[in-house]
């Protein structure tokens, strides 16, 4: 097994050329249908989102400074457990984007029509510029379910819009973001990985551990 150092420079060595190929050949066209943003329950919608991502769509002109931490992210459910009152508690790792009451990201509407559309597209974080598509690295997440299709490194998740025809423009933005997004998640998990400490959260309390250090759910360092 690879530690995650030779993991991150296999990211780094990726040919994006070859991952628009992968993607071309594959073929993707986003139908808005949504199936990608909703859950049947909270738990259902896990999108990772990195912490600069989170303050990147808290300081957006488009919300003029309406959202904070809260409204943006998450602690990822794992590992947590309820409380008598239904609240969770105990400690993560990782943030997911936030979910309305019914389990569907906060930044998805949809118009009378059904069509469904992200209110934060310009400033979606990596994983949802990239979705259906991943690379195949150790270090790197398969988002919701197994791949239904592979071309190289590269897989294509469950989606209505695979198979459609992508221009090659499309395919190399996909790439580079791809080619981003797996180098993230390896340096993000390489830094969760050195600055982790337990920290014993109190009862009723949550723990987030992320690149920078143990949170609170409202994003503010543990230690302050």
Known sequence: MQSLEAELEEARALDTDDLADAVESIGFECTRCGACCKGEDEDDHTATVFPDEVRDLEASDEYDGDYDWRDVARPMPYGLSATDDGDLEGETFEWALQT?????????????????????HDDRPLICRTYPFSVALAGTSQPMG???????????????????????????????ALKERAVRELEEAIAVRDEYAPAE????????????????????????
């Open 146 to 176: 197994e791949a239904v299709d592979e071309e190289g490194v590269v897989r294509a998740h469950e989606c209505e819009g695979l198979g459609r025809d992508i221009s090659r423009a499309d395919a190399e933005d996909l790439a580079r």
């Open 201 to 224: 959260p109190d009862p009723g309390e949550v723990v987030v551990h992320d690149s920078e250090g143990a949170k609170r759910i409202d994003g503010t360092p543990l230690e302050e």
């Open 100 to 120: 309305d009451d019914c389990g569907d990201c906060t930044f998805y509407e949809e118009d009378e029509s059904g069509t469904g559309a992200c209110v934060a």
